[in-house]
């Protein structure tokens, strides 16, 4: 089975719904509705992944830019998450650092074991 259904009204809102032969339905319609005139679009398409899985996708596109939604999208750690010790520390020794720098007594040799270049330096012969 196969469909292709697209309608286009002059005021720039349309709405579009196609399925192929193979199983893959796109719903879509939009609104000239966003800043500036721009369209705002949203729908969903649907397939059958190779492994059987049905996937589903729903989106918006509007001023905020394309957003989709689906259980199989990842989907990035909730914020707050926990920051390792190591990643604290680090940002304690340079907080520390900036700190020295500031005060004019920050002296690389002390944390690094080498000391900064002498203004007095001169390339060998």
Not at 39 to 65: L, M, R, W
């Amino acid at each position: 089975m196969k469909i292709d259904e697209r309608v286009h009204e002059d005021d720039g809102t349309y709405n579009v719904d196609v399925e192929t032969g193979n199983g893959i339905l796109l719903a879509q319609s939009g609104v000239p509705a966003g800043p500036e005139g721009s369209v705002v679009k949203s729908g969903q398409y649907s397939y059958t992944a190779p492994d059987g899985t049905p996937i589903v996708v729903k989106f918006v596109a509007d001023e905020n830019g394309y957003q989709a939604h689906s259980d199989v999208l990842p989907v990035a750690p909730a914020f707050p998450h926990p920051i390792p010790d190591f990643v604290l520390e680090q940002i304690a020794k340079a907080a520390r650092e900036d700190e020295a720098r500031a005060r004019g007594d920050f002296d690389s040799s002390e944390e690094y074991g080498y000391a900064p270049p002498s203004s007095s330096y001169r390339a060998p012969q």
